[in-house]
């Protein structure tokens, strides 16, 4: 069946590096996919979103890159702050599609 | 939160009682959705809304229903509470099908003992 999955559960880096969080999905006909952040006690938040028909699409400090040869979503954080600290959820869907999958979540943990 | 308020935010009730969630949005977007999160499951979809009075089923639907009579409110009834919905209901909106993101409200925790 359809499934967006995260390759790590957990994410440990140091203030000021960058990070990078991966994902992979197994829906061929997704076209559309999204990044959320969630912070305890809130609910997800939209950080950046991306069209099939793109392989990178930058925000302020955040990129994702989409690879849709191998199914592969990407969320890189540059400088990451310690209000970077939270779950980071990505989330599929295809046009038309009124249901979006979401990803079971990766946690990012700041080092100072 | 992107308008939408969510009530209550915390609820305890006990087994087998009906409980009712509501979602209330100011956006005037089309699509509603209810999800749930849990630990080990990330958020799973109960229901949604594509229009007033139109739902359909999610991937975790049973046990729930839902309603929505105007376009600003989606409700969500657990008929008879059982320990096992104890958990954190999200409530999300989206103004088109087509590449458009979910926006959340903040979530109401409902504890069912």
Redesign the interface.
Known sequence: GESVGLHLPTLSVQEGDNSIINCAYSNSASDYFIWYKQESGKGPQFIIDIRSNMDKRQGQRVTVLLNKTVKHLSLQIAATQPGDSAVYFCAETYSSASKIIFGSGTRLSIRP | ?AGITQSPRHKVTETGTPVTLRCHQTENHR?M?W?RQDP????R?IH?S?GVKDT?K?EVSDGYSVSRSKTEDFLLTLESATSSQTSVY?C?IRGG???S???????TRLTVT
């Open positions: 939160d699509y959705y999800y080990g499951h990330g958020l979809l949604y594509y359909d999610g999200f999300a099908a087509d590449n993101p979910l926006h959340f409200g903040n979530g």
